[in-house]
C-alpha cells in the first residue's frame, strides 16, 4: 500500500495544498499520489465580499444580494438596483 510521506505533504503545501487538504485528497476521496500532490486548489470567487458595502448601503442584505446572482443578475446589478416595495392592498 502508498503512504504520504512527509516529504510528500512537504511538497504539496510548497504548491498550495495544505495537509488537511492532501490527507483527504489521498486517503478518503482515493486520488493517486501524484495528483494529490499536483492538483491547484481550487478558489472560488465571492462577489459578496467586493460589492458588500455599496449592497449593504442599498439595503440589500447578503441572502438577497446571492439570490440575486443565482437568478444570473451580475453582481453590480444585484448589489445596486433598489428593493421593489410592496403597496399594501386597499381594502
Avoid at 455599496?54 to 439570490?67: D, T, V, Y
Wanted: net charge positive.
Amino acid at each position: 500500500m502508498e503512504y504520504l510521506t512527509d516529504q510528500d505533504y512537504e511538497l504539496a503545501e510548497s504548491r498550495g495544498i495544505s495537509r488537511q487538504n492532501a490527507y483527504l485528497r489521498f486517503y478518503q476521496y482515493g486520488w493517486s499520489k501524484r495528483r494529490t500532490i499536483n492538483t491547484p486548489v481550487k478558489v472560488y470567487a465571492n462577489p459578496w465580499l467586493e460589492w458588500k458595502s455599496i449592497a449593504e448601503s442599498n439595503g440589500i442584505s447578503e441572502r438577497r444580494f446571492r439570490k440575486r446572482v443565482a437568478a444570473k443578475w451580475t453582481p453590480e446589478r444585484a448589489a445596486t438596483e433598489p428593493l421593489r416595495i410592496r403597496s399594501k392592498g386597499v381594502n
